[in-house]
T-cell receptor, first 116, second 108 residues
Framework: DTAVSQTPKYLVTQMGNDKSIKCEQN?????MYWYKQDSKKFLKIMFS???????INETVPNRFSPKSPDKAHLNLHINSLELGDSAVYFC???????????????FGEGSRLTVL | AQRVTQPEKLLSVFKGAPVELKCNYS??????LFWYVQYSRQRLQLLLR??SRESIKGFTADLNKGETSFHLKKPFAQEEDSAMYYC??????????FGQGTTLQVKP
């Protein structure tokens, strides 16, 4: 029973294309996140949504647009892909609005995006 | 600025040797700190949180406010401990800020 699932796991595409990564959680959590892990394994938050409302929006190019149709889904759409967008994108969820005292985020397996 | 630093990218030890994965933080106030682990082909998952003062899989981490550190320790490393370890800080805006990660390699 997968808790946080992302699709696709691997995505190879050309510069300039538009692509989406989907994320779904079946934990009943209120908050979902997107993190980016770069080539140096540095893990950085991009966005978070609480009950479909955007609550964290880091300094991310506006080519990246998250969409949350309901609290169980958070998709990431990227326009005009650039070489520097190549990374592993992780979706995560937490029970509350923030990880709070538990600090527990539940992560998906990651989606490796390669831009050629 | 709120920040987490893991100075070692790679830590390689032999089985049975003690392990210490370093983590330093920058935060004004009382920090909430965590260690996450990612085993090969598995998801990133919470290992332990300082507020619980717990020992998980033989690992412990003590918050040292004077040195602003939260190092992860284990007295005797096992091969199955080989993984990527991330130290994380809960920011005052509710974001979990991760360090750069340290790969622990335990050799037989």
């Amino acid at each position: 029973d997968t808790a946080v699932s992302q699709t696709p796991k691997y995505l190879v595409t050309q510069m300039g294309n538009d692509k989406s990564i989907k994320c779904e959680q079946n934990l009943g959590h209120d908050t979902m996140y997107w993190y980016k892990q770069d080539s140096k394994k540095f893990l950085k938050i991009m966005f978070s949504y609480n009950n479909k409302e955007l609550i964290i929006n880091e300094t991310v190019p506006n080519r990246f647009s998250p969409k949350s149709p309901d609290k169980a889904h958070l998709n990431l759409h990227i326009n005009s892909l650039e070489l520097g967008d190549s990374a592993v994108y992780f979706c995560a969820s937490s029970q509350d609005r923030t990880p709070s005292h538990t600090g527990e985020l539940f992560f998906g397996e990651g989606s490796r995006l390669t831009v050629l | 600025a709120q920040r987490v630093t893991q100075p070692e990218k790679l830590l390689s030890v032999f089985k049975g040797a003690p392990v210490e994965l370093k983590c330093n933080y920058s935060y004004s106030g009382s920090p909430e700190l965590f260690w996450y682990v990612q085993y090969s082909r598995q998801r990133l998952q919470l290992l332990l949180r300082h507020i619980s003062r717990e020992s998980i899989k033989g690992f412990t981490a003590d918050l040292n406010k004077g040195e602003t550190s939260f190092h992860l320790k284990k007295p005797f490393a096992q091969e199955e401990d080989s993984a990527m370890y991330y130290c994380a800080l809960l920011s005052n805006t509710g974001k979990l800020i991760f360090g750069q990660g340290t790969t622990l390699q335990v050799k037989p």
